[in-house]
């Protein structure tokens, strides 16, 4: 595996930047969207077709924010063989919020207590679903930074999206994902390439503090999200342009220019309007379209229009979602696997389109190529960026080495349980009506569980948290508890292995396939 660089060596910058590893957890229980659409006595296709949505993955009470991430953290730590004193910084993105001020983070830290490792930087980030990449971004800057020690960098998004009953419950989903960050990464910032937008608006909120569930405006929602698209894809081509300028080339820059594009992906239908969305904004951005052959063929009608008067123009959108149709079979719709499988994740969302699109595809057919990645956040936050997958594509090279461990992504999805739209609703119910009760005890099932699981199984009268781990081999007992009192945390032995320490200035182990 790529590891730290000796800092003699480095030179003013370390090489390649980026994510080196990517492990991604939901949940072992999904209902499926068809029966969904019964159950809630809607017209079938509604979920299915106008969302795109197939399944849609849940929580029982035994899962939270945290149990996710001490489980997604654990997993990517035991596959590639890594110690815990090998990282420097931690840093989650979560819009899951139970302590207002008590961070994931401090949990997760239970972790690396056998290692001996405190010497760990980074807390939480929230903002919506933008959570996650605000600390990707925070990441890949204190490699870059003189604050850098060598080490690696650990970055965790997660969330449980949830909604009251209703049109919006359906889009919601959990999981997380952890992403491990370094030089000489197989996916590598692409430096001075990002675009970002923010902007006030109440699009999508949580102001009631005792409950999961957001407020949101549907339609406003829709217009933020789309308008930060064509912001953020404005400034990142200003940007890529003023980079080849600098390097003597004239090129204009297109959407061709991605070999992949994926999106926060609230349900799939908008992913594919955002492709088209995307590709209004080329035919406008360029000095003299070809309407007679090409993509751009009979578009001419459109060539006056307003981005900003578009947002809900049913002909626009109609005619570019045809002729992007072809682009986005070939540099998207891969990138949906989870999305449609599994459904939002707030803020893993990208990145679970991210895993999908290296799950989908070899070494071969990724190496080179340059990833487009927007993510967006409602109130609102996005960003557009680029990642360049290494040219490296032999076997047991660190592109390797990552497609081998998303491998098994469809297999994962396929071992679920589905549960009847009842179950779920009740399941729903539960968890509103306990949502940060104190002294209660969860009522979910363990078995159900996938194996290697952290699950919730107490909360005491000071609304202290208590967890257990599902054992990797279902013969043996329940790994014991990782109690969390807050400042004073006591500590019940982890179950997790010491692994022998990696001076911050060597090469860190490399990842089993």
């Not at 998207?332 to 699109?357: D, E, F, H, R, W």
Request: net charge negative; glycine share 8%.
């Amino acid at each position: 595996m790529p590891g730290s660089a000796q800092i003699s060596y480095m030179g003013p910058w370390p090489k390649d930047v980026g994510i080196i590893a990517l492990e991604l957890y939901f949940p072992s229980h999904f209902v499926d969207q068809a029966e969904l659409e019964q159950y809630d006595g809607v017209a079938a296709g509604k979920y299915t077709v106008g969302l795109g949505q197939a399944r849609m993955g849940f929580c029982s009470d035994r899962e939270d924010i945290n149990s996710l991430c001490l489980t997604v953290v654990q997993r990517l730590m035991e596959r590639n063989g890594l110690s815990y004193d090998s990282i420097g910084r931690l840093e989650v993105g979560t819009e899951t919020i139970i302590d207002k001020s008590k961070s994931v983070k401090t949990v997760i830290m239970q972790l690396f207590e056998d290692s001996g490792n405190t010497d760990v930087e980074g807390i939480d980030t929230t903002n919506a679903c933008y959570g996650g990449t605000a600390a990707l971004f925070n990441a890949v800057n204190w490699v870059e930074s003189s604050s850098w020690d060598g080490r690696y960098a650990l970055v965790v998004a997660g969330d449980i999206a949830v909604y009251a009953t209703g049109s919006a419950r359906p889009t919601g989903g959990a999981g997380a994902v952890a992403m491990l960050v370094g030089p000489n990464a197989p996916l590598a910032f692409e430096r001075g390439l990002r675009g970002t937008h923010m902007q006030h608006a109440y699009d999508f909120y949580k102001p009631d503090l005792m409950s999961e569930y957001p407020v949101v405006d549907g339609k406003l929602s829709i217009e933020c999200y789309l308008s930060a698209l064509d912001r953020c894809y404005s400034v990142y081509r200003n940007k890529i342009h003023t980079q080849w300028q600098r390097e003597g080339s004239d090129q204009r820059f297109s959407l061709e220019d991605f070999g992949f594009l994926v999106f926060h992906s609230p349900y799939c239908k908008l992913v594919q309007k955002s492709v088209a969305r995307l590709m209004l904004n080329d035919f406008l951005n360029h000095p003299n379209p070809n309407t007679e052959t090409g993509p751009f063929t009979g578009l001419d009608a459109f060539r006056d229009v307003k981005p900003e008067e578009t947002y809900f123009d049913r002909d626009v959108e109609k005619a570019f979602m045809k002729a992007s149709a072809d682009l986005f079979e070939r540099k998207t719709k891969a990138s949906l696997l989870i999305s449609n499988q599994n459904g939002n994740m707030y803020t893993p969302s990208v990145y679970g389109c991210l895993a999908s699109v290296i799950a989908e595809h070899s070494p071969s057919q990724l190496a080179g190529q340059r990833i487009g990645v927007f993510s967006y956040g409602s109130g609102f936050a996005a960003s557009l960026y680029s990642l360049k997958v290494t040219q490296d594509h032999t076997p047991g090279s660190a592109l390797d080495k990552l497609v081998s461990s998303l491998s098994d992504l469809g297999v994962r999805l396929d071992s679920r349980k589905k549960v009847a739209p009842a179950v779920f609703s009740d399941s729903m119910k539960l968890r509103e009506d306990t949502h940060h009760l104190a002294s209660y005890v969860p009522r979910g099932s363990v078995d159900d569980l996938f194996p290697g699981t952290w699950y919730l199984t107490r909360v005491d009268e000071k609304h202290r948290r208590e967890y257990s781990r599902r054992p990797l081999d279902d013969d043996l007992p329940a790994e014991p508890e990782l109690v969390c009192l807050g400042a004073a945390a006591q500590h019940i032995p982890s179950p997790v292995k010491k692994m022998p320490r990696i001076p911050a200035t060597t090469t860190a182990p490399e990842a089993s396939s």
